[in-house]
């Protein structure tokens, strides 16, 4: 049940032709106005709205610098003035500065890191929720979908500023779940554990190795984002008696992220809590 007679809005921070782009897409195929917001390639942005366009669908786009104060809340009081009320967002924004050591870590690309990863999504989140929750009063539940990563749950050397800001991001997921759960707004939190098929991400951090790199993996993988587009979906539309907080997805020929690195005592053999070993 709406309470506005505009379509729903799914608002995405972070749109990039990986998992924003398709999840983008998917919403819109489904009947929302898709909002793709991207901090920089205005041309890119441009060509993901126009695809959903030609598919059928309803979107437009916008440039954000989310680390910049006041941008977040500003687009979610333009969204809901000018388009219509959000009944869905995705929070996409990644935190990784690559592997670096800590004293190559300056004080600055360490808060970068977490204004991004985690003050970003606290921000939507206090930007989002009043209208969200009196939205629900009349039966329109609303949803919080963050896109997060393995180090969330692990931290690995190197990643000392993307791994505190995931991990903070997962817990700020919880808490917010705690809070709003019964308010009727639906929070969840995805492990995405794995490469994802990006060409803004994966195929930039890997240039000219990218298409090889694939090609290693073998045939599914490495995750494809228009199917976990279909994962966002799902969990945007669970009825209230059937709220996951949490998933995590992975090829399935990858490794879980807890299985990984296992202690050579336990697994000597290559038959440890692991599995056989592949190399």
């Given at each position: 049940?709406?309470?506005?007679?505009?379509?729903?809005?799914?608002?995405?921070?972070?749109?990039?032709?990986?998992?924003?782009?398709?999840?983008?897409?998917?919403?819109?195929?489904?009947?929302?106005?898709?909002?793709?917001?991207?901090?920089?390639?205005?041309?890119?942005?441009?060509?993901?709205?126009?695809?959903?366009?030609?598919?059928?669908?309803?979107?437009?786009?916008?440039?954000?610098?989310?680390?910049?104060?006041?941008?977040?809340?500003?687009?979610?009081?333009?969204?809901?003035?000018?388009?219509?009320?959000?009944?869905?967002?995705?929070?996409?924004?990644?935190?990784?500065?690559?592997?670096?050591?800590?004293?190559?870590?300056?004080?600055?690309?360490?808060?970068?890191?977490?204004?991004?990863?985690?003050?970003?999504?606290?921000?939507?989140?206090?930007?989002?929720?009043?209208?969200?929750?009196?939205?629900?009063?009349?039966?329109?539940?609303?949803?919080?979908?963050?896109?997060?990563?393995?180090?969330?749950?692990?931290?690995?050397?190197?990643?000392?500023?993307?791994?505190?800001?995931?991990?903070?991001?997962?817990?700020?997921?919880?808490?917010?779940?705690?809070?709003?759960?019964?308010?009727?707004?639906?929070?969840?939190?995805?492990?995405?554990?794995?490469?994802?098929?990006?060409?803004?991400?994966?195929?930039?951090?890997?240039?000219?190795?990218?298409?090889?790199?694939?090609?290693?993996?073998?045939?599914?993988?490495?995750?494809?984002p228009a199917t976990l587009a279909e994962t966002y979906w799902h969990l945007a539309h669970q009825?209230?008696?059937?709220?996951?907080?949490?998933?995590?997805?992975?090829?399935?020929?990858?490794?879980?992220?807890?299985?990984?690195?296992?202690?050579?005592?336990?697994?000597?053999?290559?038959?440890?809590?692991?599995?056989?070993?592949?190399?």
């Amino acid at each position: 049940m709406m309470t506005d007679s505009r379509k729903p809005v799914f608002l995405v921070i972070g749109a990039g032709a990986g998992i924003g782009g398709n999840a983008a897409m998917r919403f819109a195929g489904g009947g929302y106005h898709a909002v793709l917001a991207r901090r920089s390639d205005e041309e890119g942005l441009a060509r993901l709205v126009g695809q959903i366009e030609a598919a059928g669908g309803s979107a437009s786009g916008t440039l954000l610098n989310a680390a910049e104060d006041g941008s977040i809340e500003e687009l979610v009081a333009r969204v809901e003035a000018d388009i219509g009320p959000i009944h869905a967002a995705l929070y996409n924004l990644g935190a990784q500065i690559g592997n670096r050591a800590l004293d190559q870590t300056p004080h600055r690309i360490f808060e970068l890191g977490w204004r991004l990863g985690t003050y970003g999504v606290f921000r939507l989140a206090h930007a989002l929720f009043p209208a969200m929750v009196e939205r629900a009063k009349a039966g329109a539940h609303g949803t919080l979908l963050v896109t997060s990563a393995t180090a969330a749950v692990r931290g690995n050397a190197g990643q000392h500023s993307h791994a505190a800001a995931m991990g903070g991001r997962r817990m700020l997921c919880q808490t917010l779940n705690a809070e709003f759960a019964r308010q009727g707004v639906h929070v969840a939190h995805v492990i995405v554990d794995g490469p994802v098929d990006a060409p803004d991400t994966l195929g930039k951090l890997l240039g000219d190795k990218y298409e090889a790199f694939k090609q290693g993996k073998g045939h599914e993988g490495v995750i494809d984002p228009a199917t976990l587009a279909e994962t966002y979906w799902h969990l945007a539309h669970q009825p209230r008696n059937c709220w996951s907080h949490e998933v995590d997805v992975r090829p399935w020929t990858d490794t879980p992220w807890w299985n990984d690195n296992p202690d050579p005592q336990i697994d000597s053999k290559g038959k440890g809590f692991a599995g056989p070993r592949t190399d």
